[in-house]
């Protein structure tokens, strides 16, 4: 017994665990060594979890075994020594029960009992769980150690109980086993349980049928005793190969490509790809190449070399193009390693019926019916998935706050804060909940995170006397877009997969798991601590505390860059002289993806204010004559040159279908205010003059520019519309310097760490303009004393970006001028990001809003 907060009701015990699999068995362990009590229900009769439920045959693990073990007891970890590179369900089960019997975990697991219900209890500050046996349990913390893919999903399949065969479901296979010789057996389901079981049970059946609806990419597991070189890299540092596992994407240490699929020769792609599939391993091969999972055109290259393999073994041409996988990127649905799947169809008594061709009827007492054919069978086996990630923590009836109940909370998709934890469900934790990185990662390593979490939050309360922890709403709504934005940048939402809950009718298509790795995941998790607890309230006898806030703001892939750029320690460029700023930002800018390809890219020079300007074309691919968008870099009118801007200005005309004229002008502090504009107007009036030598519409010219470009952009809109020409049908102005003042709310809250620093911003100036001359409307556009008249806009700010106020007063003041001007705010990026082509691919929706606004400009559709 244990007391809750001062003065509070008295608990049976600290914690009551769901579930005695890998996260159960280790959650029990740890806290049970930090003195808390701690008792868990479990289903089943014995230990295991997964690996007690999923006895089918030919179940085994699909990350290496060395890989897939506990890592937190060293002495554990060099006495079980594995029999095969992946093991048999039989094997792992046989671990864990080696490791409940090893730490004396069974005297604290109540076993084939079943938690039912759990309900806060406010009053008390605790929950009171009750389970099947008629057990009622009062506990400070209640965890779902409950497993993603233990709820088998409920069979959407008509006429079931009809069939008077034997029925087997591989989720729930019978503990004695099945001997299907000389039986018709049925298969339905393609997954990774089936494709498992597919082979064995076709190596002993009469006949064997395989229902198939959609298609699953699998590689071989070449499975066989335990890699020597595996062994040998761990047992030669275990500790630095299991950090190096921690910090890694998917829990297992495999080098990632630097490169993406599309950046080597067809031949040296298609090398690297017979390599991945002759070493195989399903982290190795998606880690093939660097942009497998988020480039559409780099995910085809691997999947169409999976479907040469699946056609170079099915001798069939039929079947092997119905097992071909097609209409979702490999590696969206679980990625399945197999021995001698696809072989299995070249077997006579073997046959694959394509439900796509040929759809599922009903079962009748007899066997299948499927269109135009009723097939008989003595055996059926259901390997038709489960209702992953949260099917198993909804199956308790549980009740918060308020009566809240956590089927209601999710019933639009899961909520949660870093997956383990839900706001309204105090003390209430989920070890590898949806919106962590689980399913997506080795889970072990995972289950281990999640548990030292809560242990270390445990510990925490107890030595701060804190009695309730809760997530706060905004900590959780934060997450949920954080773990949406990460997901949105990959290509996991385009397959209908358990990943999004699509393989279960009516649940919500929502991106379950937290795709941006292990490591990053981690080390988050790790922040949210040392930041006191960010995003959590807690309660205890001295009142309530709130730390209220959101962990990750900025877009998931703008993280990673400013991470890499942190870690890169490069100097301030304001602590530079001009010249040497110059070279840095020219080598930078030669590190980005190119963007993409153009109809046509020349140089060429053209009058400016005070001699030749240098200018590049880009044509698009269409045929001509195409509308003009003259471009001005960015750069703050000191750097950059028409190379720096070159990706987002490619990107620009394909999107826009325009000729883009990226248009250099004088530098500062060579040429001060006003050479920039000066020669900015000329080049517009010159680019206008001549439009048609450029391949160029008469009358269609835009204005375009980035950051000081934008500035150039803005004003000349300004000065053309005082000169009565030449006639702007548009102005693109993203992350547009507008104002010099350094007052607005965005140069204070975003004055560091994001790229352009306030610091760097008042160099730029400093350099560009004498104080008096900013407040010319020629280097501040917002002070002129009239924005009438000017052409229609559109203004790109960036929600971490100094300029990102002024931007938006420049948007509001033309509005409110009477000009056609839309804002465009983009959450979580900075002031560099949206030029990012290909790199930073949340930017890619504002890419796409620009080129349609440009169309729109010239009075084009835009296109889909
Ligand atoms: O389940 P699944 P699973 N009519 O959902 C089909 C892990 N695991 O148990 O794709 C006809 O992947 C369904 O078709 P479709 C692993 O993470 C790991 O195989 O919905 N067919 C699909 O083909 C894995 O991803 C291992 O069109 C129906 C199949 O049933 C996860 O568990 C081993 C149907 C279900 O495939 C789930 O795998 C096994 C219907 N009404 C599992 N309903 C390891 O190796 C469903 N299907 C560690």
């Known amino acids: 017994m244990t007391s809750g907060k001062a003065g509070a009701a008295v608990a049976d015990v600290d914690v009551a665990v769901v579930g005695a699999g890998f996260a159960g068995l280790y959650l029990l362990h740890r806290l049970r060594g930090l003195g808390f009590s701690v008792k868990v229900f479990e289903t089943g009769a014995d230990v295991g979890g997964t690996w007690y439920w999923n006895r089918y045959p030919g179940a085994r693990c699909d990350i290496q075994s060395l890989d897939y073990s506990y890592t937190f007891d060293a002495e554990l970890a060099v006495r079980w020594q594995w029999s095969e590179k992946y093991a048999t369900q039989p094997e792992i089960l046989r671990y864990l029960q080696h490791?409940?019997?090893?730490?004396?975990?069974?005297?604290?697991?109540?076993?084939?009992?079943?938690?039912?219900?759990?309900?806060?209890?406010?009053?008390?500050?605790?929950?009171?769980?009750?389970?099947?046996?008629?057990?009622?349990?009062?506990?400070?913390?209640?965890?779902?150690?409950s497993g993603c893919l233990s709820m088998p999903k409920t069979l959407d399949i008509d006429g079931i109980d009809r069939f008077a065969g034997e029925v087997f479901f591989t989720s729930r296979w019978p503990h004695e086993g099945v001997d299907f010789t000389g039986k018709r057996v049925a298969v339905i389901g393609t997954?990774?349980?089936?494709?498992?079981?597919?082979?064995?049970?076709?190596?002993?059946?009469?006949?064997?049928?395989?229902?198939?609806?959609?298609?699953?990419?699998?590689?071989?597991?070449?499975?066989?005793?335990?890699?020597?070189?595996?062994?040998?890299?761990?047992?030669?540092?275990?500790?630095?190969?299991?950090?190096?596992?921690?910090r890694s994407g998917i829990g297992v240490p495999v080098p990632v490509s630097e490169q993406g699929a599309l950046q080597v020769s067809d031949e040296e792609r298609l090398a690297r790809y017979e390599a991945a599939w002759a070493r195989s391993g399903l982290v190795e091969v998606l880690s093939t190449f660097n942009d497998l999972l988020a480039n559409p055109a780099s995910n085809e290259t691997l999947a169409e070399f999976v479907r040469g393999k699946i056609r170079a073994i099915v001798h069939d041409p039929a079947t092997a193009e119905a097992l071909c996988p097609?209409?979702?990127?490999?590696?969206?649905?679980?990625?399945?390693?197999?021995?001698?799947?696809?072989?299995?169809?070249?077997?006579?008594?073997?046959?694959?019926?394509?439900?796509?061709?040929?759809?599922?009827?009903?079962?009748?007492?007899?066997?299948?019916?499927v269109a135009g054919e009723s097939l008989t069978f003595d055996a059926i086996v259901f390997a038709t998935g489960f209702d992953a990630m949260t099917g198993a923590i909804v199956a308790v009836d549980i009740t918060g706050r308020e009566g809240l109940t956590l089927k209601d909370k999710w019933s639009h998709g899961p909520r949660t804060y870093l997956g383990l934890t839900m706001a309204g469900f105090p003390n209430l934790f989920a070890v590898t909940g949806p919106g962590s990185p689980s399913v997506l990662s080795n889970m072990v390593v995972s289950i281990?995170?999640?548990?030292?979490?809560?242990?270390?939050?445990?510990?925490?309360?107890?030595?701060?006397?804190?009695?309730?922890?809760?997530?706060?709403?905004?900590?959780?709504?934060?997450?949920?877009?954080?773990?949406?934005?990460?997901?949105?940048?990959?290509?996991?939402?385009?397959?209908?997969?358990?990943?999004?809950?699509?393989?279960?009718?009516?649940?919500?298509?929502?991106?379950?798991?937290?795709?941006g790795g292990v490591g990053t995941y981690r080390t988050i998790c790790d922040e949210v601590v040392t930041r006191d607890y960010l995003g959590f309230r807690f309660e205890g006898p001295a009142g309530v505390r709130i730390n209220d806030g959101i962990i990750r703001r900025?877009?998931?892939?703008?993280?990673?860059?400013?991470?890499?750029?942190?870690?890169?320690?490069?100097?301030?460029?304001?602590?530079?002289?001009?010249?040497?700023?110059?070279?840095?930002?020219?080598?930078?800018?030669?590190?980005?993806?190119?963007?993409?390809?153009?109809?046509?890219?020349?140089?060429?020079?053209?009058?400016?204010?005070?001699?030749?300007?240098?200018?590049?074309?880009?044509?698009?691919?269409?045929?001509?004559?195409?509308?003009?968008?003259?471009?001005?870099?960015?750069?703050?009118?000191?750097?950059?040159?028409?190379d720096a801007d070159d990706?987002?200005?490619?990107?620009?005309?394909?999107?826009?279908?325009?000729?883009?004229?990226?248009?250099?002008?004088?530098?500062?502090p060579e040429a001060r205010f006003p050479a920039a504009p000066d020669?900015?107007?000329?080049?517009?009036?010159?680019?206008?003059?001549?439009?048609?030598?450029?391949?160029g519409v008469p009358g269609q010219i835009a204005v375009a520019g980035w950051s000081a470009g934008a500035n150039i952009a803005a004003v000349v809109c300004q000065m053309a519309r005082d000169a009565g020409g030449p006639a702007i049908s548009g102005q693109l102005l993203v992350a547009p310097v507008t104002d010099a003042d350094f007052s607005r709310a965005s140069y204070v809250d975003n004055a560091d760490g994001y790229i352009l620093t306030t610091s760097l911003m008042r160099w730029f100036w400093d350099h560009y303009a004498e104080?008096?001359?900013?407040?010319?409307?020629?280097?501040?556009?917002?002070?002129?004393?009239?924005?009438?008249?000017?052409?229609?806009?559109?203004?790109?700010?960036?929600?971490?970006?100094?300029?990102?106020?002024?931007?938006?007063?420049?948007?509001?003041?033309?509005?409110?001028?009477?000009?056609?001007?839309?804002?465009?705010?983009?959450?979580?990026?900075?002031?560099?990001?949206?030029?990012?082509?290909?790199?930073?691919?949340?930017?890619a929706a504002a890419r796409a809003e620009m080129g349609g606004v440009l169309r729109q400009f010239f009075g084009a559709p835009i296109l889909a």
């Not at 110059?582 to 980005?592: E, G, H, I, V």
Request: aromatic fraction near 8%; glycine fraction near 8%; proline fraction near 7%.
């Open 679 to 695: 020669d900015g107007f000329a080049a517009v009036r010159w680019i206008a003059a001549h439009a048609e030598s450029f391949g």
């Open 448 to 515: 281990e995170q999640h548990v030292d979490w809560i242990a270390g939050c445990l510990e925490h309360m107890r030595r701060e006397g804190l009695a309730v922890i809760e997530a706060t709403e905004a900590a959780e709504a934060g997450w949920v877009q954080h773990v949406n934005d990460f997901g949105d940048i990959t290509l996991f939402p385009r397959a209908n997969s358990w990943y999004m809950g699509s393989n279960v009718p009516g649940k919500p298509r929502v991106f379950l798991p937290y795709v």
């Open 99 to 145: 490791v409940a019997d090893t730490l004396d975990l069974r005297r604290d697991i109540a076993f084939s009992t079943r938690v039912e219900a759990a309900e806060w209890d406010a009053a008390a500050s605790l929950w009171r769980v009750r389970t099947n046996r008629g057990d009622a349990v009062s506990c400070r913390f209640y965890v779902m150690a």
């Open 326 to 369: 097609k209409g979702y990127p490999i590696g969206t649905k679980r990625l399945c390693v197999d021995s001698n799947y696809y072989d299995t169809f070249n077997l006579s008594h073997v046959r694959l019926v394509d439900l796509r061709t040929q759809p599922l009827a009903t079962i009748t007492e007899t066997g299948i019916d």
């Open 771 to 843: 104080e008096p001359a900013r407040a010319n409307p020629k280097a501040s556009p917002l002070r002129a004393s009239s924005l009438v008249g000017l052409p229609p806009a559109l203004v790109v700010t960036c929600e971490f970006d100094p300029l990102r106020d002024e931007g938006a007063a420049y948007a509001n003041a033309l509005a409110a001028a009477g000009v056609e001007a839309r804002h465009l705010p983009c959450r979580g990026q900075i002031h560099t990001s949206l030029m990012a082509v290909d790199a930073i691919l949340s930017g």
């Open 647 to 668: 990706p987002f200005c490619r990107d620009l005309c394909v999107r826009s279908n325009a000729i883009v004229i990226s248009a250099d002008y004088r530098h500062a």
């Open 191 to 246: 997954g990774s349980s089936g494709i498992q079981s597919i082979p064995i049970i076709a190596a002993q059946a009469a006949a064997l049928t395989v229902f198939q609806r959609t298609p699953n990419f699998s590689i071989p597991a070449y499975n066989g005793p335990v890699p020597a070189d595996k062994r040998s890299a761990i047992e030669s540092g275990r500790e630095q190969y299991r950090d190096e596992a921690r």
């Open 554 to 642: 900025v877009q998931p892939d703008v993280a990673i860059m400013l991470d890499i750029v942190r870690g890169l320690g490069l100097p301030a460029m304001e602590t530079m002289p001009v010249e040497q700023a110059r070279a840095f930002a020219a080598m930078l800018a030669t590190q980005r993806p190119p963007g993409p390809n153009v109809g046509e890219c020349v140089d060429g020079t053209l009058p400016g204010a005070a001699g030749d300007l240098a200018y590049r074309l880009y044509r698009p691919a269409t045929p001509g004559p195409h509308p003009i968008v003259v471009y001005f870099h960015g750069g703050g009118w000191v750097l950059g040159s028409h």
